[in-house]
């Protein structure tokens, strides 16, 4: 089956630091990648959809200044958290796109 | 704008029981509907999904909903619940058949008892 991993799982960081995550489909090439955030206890939030490329495509409310992301290739989505605060603590889920959406496993960012 | 509410954040069944996660929606058009489930520190998961066609839908691990646009509704069911089902599971929907800009439910953590 389509596989998509994320790396890191967890990332501690300190406040003003950036980080980068990365999100990768192992076996198919996806045009379509999307990041999303999950709050405890929440939903998952779309924050945008990376389309290989060509820049990413934001939800309202998500800046794209401290939320980079970068679609490099078919198999590659990264989301960079710039001058990271601990509000931006959170659980981050990739996904990709082959017909249907493949999520990531997550990757846990916490900011102290 | 699409959007669906899941019915209790948390429920508990007996090992054996049946399970009903309850999922209702709200969309102007006919809409496409997921149900997804995560375990812990891992992705999300197709269960099962309803784009056009039979309105009972069934899933993986025996799991099966049904599109009730009467009732906006797509609720999970199994007849037997299984340890290993213990999960959180989200209802999803879209407005095109990709699965393309995905509305989550805010999710429903599965309890199976002994």
């Known amino acids: 089956g389509a596989v998509v991993s994320q790396h890191p799982s967890r990332v501690i960081c300190k406040s003003g630091t950036s980080v980068k995550i990365e999100c990768r489909s192992l076996d198919f090439q996806a045009t379509t990648m999307f990041w999303y955030r999950q709050f405890p206890k929440q939903s998952l939030m779309l924050m945008a959809t990376s389309n290989e490329g060509s820049k990413a495509t934001y939800e309202q409310g998500v800046e794209k200044d401290k939320f980079l992301i970068n679609h490099a290739s078919l198999t590659l989505s990264t989301l960079t958290v710039t001058s990271a605060h601990p509000e931006d603590s959170s659980f981050y889920i990739c996904s990709a796109e082959y017909n249907e959406q493949y999520f990531g496993p997550g990757t846990r960012l916490t900011v102290t | 704008a699409q959007s669906v509410t899941q019915l209790g954040s948390h429920v508990s069944v007996s090992e054996g029981a049946l399970v009903l996660l309850r999922c209702n929606y709200s969309s102007s058009v006919p809409p496409y509907l997921f149900w997804y489930v995560q375990y812990p520190n891992q992705g999300l998961q197709l269960l099962l999904k309803y784009t056009t066609g039979a309105t009972l839908v069934k899933g993986i691990n025996g799991f099966e909903a049904e599109f009730k646009k009467s009732e906006t509704s797509f609720h999970l069911t199994k007849p037997s619940a299984h340890m290993s089902d213990a999960a959180e599971y989200f209802c999803?929907?879209?407005?095109?058949?990709?699965?393309?800009?995905?509305?989550f439910g805010t999710g429903t953590r599965l309890q199976v008892t002994l």
């Open positions: 999803a929907v879209t407005l095109t058949g990709t699965a393309s800009k995905l509305t």
